[in-house]
C-alpha cells in the first residue's frame, strides 16, 4: 500500500497560524491535501501533533483524508505512527507549507522509487515547495530505530541521505519541464502567503492547475521571473 502522508501543524514560528490562513476561502492545510488528491495513492493521512486534532479533523475529513495525532516535535515518530497504524509499505512525504505540489512530479518520482526499489527518491532541481519525497515505509521505521539528533527527527528523511552506505537512495536533477530554483511556491513568510494568493488566483482557471508547467508558466508570467 502507498500513502501519501501530510505533515502539518498548527503553530509556526514566522508565520503564526499559517494552516489556517484562508487561500482563497479555505485553510491552507485544505488547498495542500485538495493538490496532493491528485497524486494517485492508496490512502492519504493528515499526521498531526495532538495539539492540533481537533482543528485539523473536519478539514482532513473534508479532504477524504486519515488523521493521525502524535508527538510535535518528533515528525519522525508521527510518520512511524501512521505506518504502523495503516500497514502503510510506501510513503510519499509532503508538507504543510505547499500548496503548488507539482502532481505529475510527484507520480513520476514515486513510480521511479517503486520500480527501482529504492528507500529514498527526491527530485533536486525543482522549485522550492514544488517536491515530495517517495520513501520506502521499513526505511523509515529504520530511521525511527535509529536516528538521534533533533535535526533527523524533526525533518524526517535527514537519516536516509546522512546514510547512504545502509540505504538505497535516488536522487536525479529533476527533467527540464519542472526545473525552476529560483522560484518559490512554499508558505512559511508573510511575503510567501502574499506571494500564494496571487499564483492560486491566476491557476483557479487552469485546466492543469496542479501540473508543473502550468504552475512555472504561470509563476513566470505573473512575477516576470526570467529562468
Not at 491528485?38 to 473536519?58: G, K, T, V
Not at 516535535?73 to 510519499?92: G, M, N, P
Not at 511556491?185 to 491566476?202: H, I
Request: with cysteine; glycine share 6%.
Amino acid at each position: 500500500m502507498t500513502a501519501i502522508i501530510l505533515q502539518s501543524r498548527l503553530d509556526s514560528s514566522r508565520l503564526s497560524g499559517k494552516a489556517l490562513l484562508l487561500l482563497d476561502g479555505e485553510p491552507l492545510v485544505l488547498r495542500v491535501m485538495e493538490a496532493l488528491n491528485n497524486i494517485p495513492s492508496d490512502l492519504r493521512i493528515l499526521a498531526c501533533p495532538d495539539d492540533s486534532f481537533s482543528a485539523f479533523e473536519p478539514f482532513a475529513k473534508k479532504a477524504g483524508f486519515e488523521i493521525n495525532a502524535g508527538p510535535k516535535e518528533d515528525v519522525l515518530e508521527r510518520y512511524c505512527q501512521a505506518i504502523r497504524r495503516f500497514s502503510v509499505k510506501r510513503v510519499i512525504r509532503a508538507t504543510g507549507d505547499n500548496p503548488f505540489v507539482f502532481t505529475d512530479a510527484a507520480f513520476a518520482i514515486s513510480a521511479e522509487g517503486a520500480a527501482l526499489n529504492a528507500d529514498y527518491c527526491g527530485y533536486s532541481g525543482l522549485p522550492y515547495g514544488a517536491g515530495v519525497e517517495a520513501v520506502s515505509a521499513s526505511a523509515l521505521l529504520r530511521a525511527g530505530e535509529n536516528a538521534a539528533s533533533f535535526d533527523e527527527r524533526e525533518h524526517v528523511c535527514p537519516y536516509l541521505y546522512n546514510n547512504p552506505q545502509a540505504f538505497k537512495l535516488h536522487r536525479p536533477l529533476a527533467p527540464l519541464r519542472w526545473q525552476g530554483s529560483a522560484i518559490r511556491l512554499t508558505v512559511d513568510t508573510q511575503e510567501d502567503f502574499n506571494r500564494a494568493e496571487r499564483l492560486y488566483a491566476a491557476l483557479k482557471n487552469e485546466h492543469l492547475r496542479y501540473h508543473g508547467f502550468t504552475i512555472i508558466d504561470t509563476y513566470k508570467k505573473l512575477f516576470r521571473v526570467c529562468l
